[in-house]
């Protein structure tokens, strides 16, 4: 007999917040601040303009944090729900964190931390060594800058298209850390709702989106995914 197996269509935005047991400072919380700068007055194309020397050391230095961390528990937990759920992640984070837990359908909103981009020619590549001279050049000579999203800037074509069609068609929406501050991806979960999914909010403290959730588990990222992931066991079919 033909059996009909439906996977529930699970999509998980995660913001800062996920990456933060893995020992990386989110964006507005007390350890964000580098050197007595916001990220609001390093990562716009102005700054980049005006001193790219002093938001390559930004980045260096978010690079060099990066690059020594680990997933966590959280990141894992969503990399298992892969075989399970019919999963997406949305993830503002530039970490490539998902990624190395061994998440395959993950959409970049803000970019790659570990991608560079030409501001003359906009070739992109991926370069570990960046840091090695900075700033960083492309082959045609022009300023390498790294290919990450900043404020007043536009979110990439398809990475957004891609969202807003996950979030017209998920039975579950799911926002992890993230202070639901910066759009459009701040949009998400009520867009998701218009279209009648579930929203689950996990977040140590309320947010924007926990107004909205229909479950608002107030935790960190691993223990709040940890009971999400048993919750949601009980509703798969057997
Ligand atoms: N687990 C879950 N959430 C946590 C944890 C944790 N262990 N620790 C902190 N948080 C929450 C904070 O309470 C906060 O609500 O994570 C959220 C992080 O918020 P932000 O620092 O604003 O990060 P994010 O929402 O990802 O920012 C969005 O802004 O600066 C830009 O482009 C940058 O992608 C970033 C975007």
Not at 85 to 100: P, R, S
Not at 156 to 162: D, T
Request: net charge neutral; charged share 25%.
């Amino acid at each position: 007999m033909l059996e009909f197996y439906y996977k529930m269509r699970i999509t998980v935005l995660t913001g800062a917040g996920i990456s933060a047991e893995s020992g990386i400072p989110t964006f507005r919380g007390e350890d964000g601040l580098w050197e007595g700068f916001k990220a609001e007055e390093l990562a716009t194309p102005e700054a980049f303009e005006r001193d790219p020397i002093k938001v390559w050391e930004w980045y260096c230095w978010r690079r060099e944090v990066i690059g020594k961390v680990k997933p966590n528990e959280a990141h894992k937990i969503l990399a298992n729900w892969q075989g399970k759920y019919d999963l997406w992640i949305i993830t503002q984070n530039v970490d490539g964190l998902h990624q190395k837990a061994g998440s395959k359908k993950v959409v970049e909103l803000h970019g790659n931390i570990w991608r560079l981009r030409c501001s003359k020619c906009g070739r992109v590549w991926e370069d570990r060594e960046a840091c090695r001279k900075i700033p960083p050049r492309c082959s045609c000579g022009g300023l390498a800058r790294p290919d990450v999203v900043w404020f007043g800037e536009a979110l990439p074509e398809w990475a957004l298209r891609k969202s807003y069609e996950l979030a017209g068609a998920s039975d579950i929406f799911i926002a992890v850390g993230t202070s639901g501050i910066v759009q459009p991806a701040a949009n998400l979960p009520s867009i998701a709702k218009s279209f009648g999914a579930k929203i689950y909010v996990i977040n140590p403290e309320p947010t924007i989106h926990s107004e909205i959730a229909d479950i608002f588990i107030q935790d960190k990222a691993s223990t709040g995914l940890r009971r999400l992931d048993e919750a949601l066991q009980d509703k798969r079919p057997s």
